[in-house]
């Protein structure tokens, strides 16, 4: 197996990982804190996780963008459509609600719809990954 195949793969693994954990456990948690309280800890999450997941995706969108100007494929080619969609979704829905929480505005409606919006990027994320692997395992 191709080393950069299998970076890709992991790299989709770690991400469809993550993404699960913060749409069951991690946003559903914000609706149990006081404002005050998800304020100060919203700040301390955000920079922590970036840490984490903002690598992660560079990595990914990396990867997939060399695969396919390396060789431009049809799995290529959607996993680059795929990854640039999670990256538009994030940037466009998600920095903005993360900013307005980091900035206190803090309601029940903004988290529930943090969580219902955050379906679509677990299932793109996931549908990746699934994705990968199938193509991953077919190389063999």
Do not use: A, C
């Amino acid at each position: 197996m191709n080393t950069l195949v299998l970076i890709r793969l992991l790299l989709d693994g770690g991400l469809v990982v993550l993404i699960w954990m913060i749409q069951i456990v991690v946003y559903p948690s914000f609706l149990y804190y006081e404002s005050e309280n998800l304020v100060k800890w919203h700040k301390e999450y955000t920079s922590r996780f970036s840490f984490i997941v903002m690598p992660l995706m560079l990595g990914q969108l990396g990867i997939g963008s060399y695969n396919f100007f390396l060789e431009n494929n049809f799995y290529n080619l959607t996993s680059l459509v795929i990854i640039s969609l999670l990256w538009i979704v994030t940037f466009s829905h998600f920095v903005p609600i993360h900013t307005k929480l980091s900035k206190g505005m803090v309601n029940e409606q903004l988290l529930l719809s943090l969580i219902k919006k955050n379906w679509i990027r677990t299932l793109l994320w996931t549908l990746l990954f699934v994705y990968s692997f199938y193509h991953t395992i077919s190389l063999d």
